[in-house]
């Protein structure tokens, strides 16, 4: 693989001994998209310095020496549109795709990551076992547990391996329904040796992740990424990032965010703070002073998305002498009605004042993210959004807006899960495109029809498969999926069953059997507190 000659490792690969377990770990999309998640690179290196077993990596633009016959084959799966890749890389490597057609000389297919983590069942069919979480901890009981049933059989080494903490297997659960387009009428394992739930794994430990690779190939170039924060304390109501990934952590700053900063600028000038948070560390003016010392002029900071009220003068003169010209925080709506809905817990006050210390700290741009069709929504907030735009403007003239805008899509585990997406968006974005062009706003919608897709795949169960199939099949395309759905009518709940309708809480969810960081109880009460201020 020529990409690995531009790589710089921050480990020390071990050398597999003679007898290590030959495994494959796949991104489903590009090298150079594959290698700038961090989730990718800490699996990859973690299992690459173990010597009990032999890891190959694999992208669709390239691959390391494959071996012949794999035992594991991995996925990383972090955006829901990359299962057609997964599907692809399984044919190229001659495997079944489907699990039940698997035999015993082909390897276990396992899969890990966002979107697996949130609700696997539209994916189900395809894999062999889901690793369920964080990898510090889910990872080494995997291959441990692995090895002490290679010489099983397949459904011995299936049914052994779902004992463990956070590793679940598909085939081992029975769905049935009410009717084959009607809703889930029971989930239970298919032997009492199996758990009727599985629990998602959390690590609770302060010291997070941060690159294990460098390399100018990837598309952000020569970036080395530390994650300053996991989860985030805010819990908008429709937010997969903040409830999925509970309890809020930062990273020790001792322990873990200075000596990894140390470690990456060693062999790059380029860093990039992670999280879905940052700015809420509880140390982060320490961070900004130390990143700010004269001997560190040389570095370019890049930072994700911050909260709107940490936004001040400081912050903006820091980044903006490191080279970033831009910053981008979500505040979802101009409507603060809205906002309060959601949970998210910010004025329109701070956020115009947000704006005034970008500019006033020598920042160029501001990007906003916002989303249209959230439950509760009017079209007068849609409205209210506008004009907080205008108002920015005026406040802050000297800086480049940007807007953009996604449809509420309902995800597993979030109190907003029982909603489905307001066909009504559709309009929203419309509207806003027609309204923000001439203010001199760059608008960035997504697609809605994307997201009608993703939300079928955030909230399917297992009769997706066969859809997922046939999509593939018809070109991957917003058509082949209307296609294939013409095609399966009388075999899977419509579209709008389960893209649009609003679901109720006695309803079994697809996921039910999969348990997420708060119980189902607490998801409810916070649904119901936000409907109170409908």
Known sequence: MHQAQAERLLFTPASPQADAVPLIFAFPNIYSVGIT???YQVIWSTLAQRSDVQVSRLFTDAQETLPRSPELVGFSFSWELDYSNILTLLEQLQIPLLAKERGAEDPLIFGGGPVLTANPEPFADFFDLILLGDGENLLPEFIDGYQGVRSCSRDEKLEKLAQIPGIYVPSLYEIGYEAAEGKISHIQPSTIAIPAQVSKQTYRGNVLSSSTVVTEKAAWENIFMVEVVRSCPEMCRFCLASYLTLPFRPADTEKSLLPAIERGLQVS???????????????????????GKPEFDHVRLSIASVRTNTVDEKLAQTLAKRGTKSLTIAIESGSEKLRQIINKKLTNEEILTAAQQAQAGGLQGLK?????????????????????????????????????CSTFVPKAHTPFQWYGVNPEAKQRLQFLQKKLRPLGVDFRPESYNWSVMQALISRGDRRLAPLLLLTRHYGDTLGSFKRAFKELKGQLPSLTDTVHADWSIADKLPWQHLLGPLPQTTLVKHLQSAQESF
Do not use: C, I, W
């Open 37 to 39: 998640s961090l989730g």
């Open 368 to 404: 906003f993210y916002g989303m249209v069709g959230v439950p509760g929504e009017t079209r007068s907030d849609v409205e209210t959004t506008v004009d907080l735009l205008k108002q920015v403007k005026k406040v802050a003239p000297g800086l480049r807006l940007t807007f953009g």
């Open 269 to 291: 000038d380029r860093l990039g703070l992670l999280g879905a948070s940052v700015t809420q560390h509880p140390e982060f003016n320490e961070l900004l002073d130390y990143l």
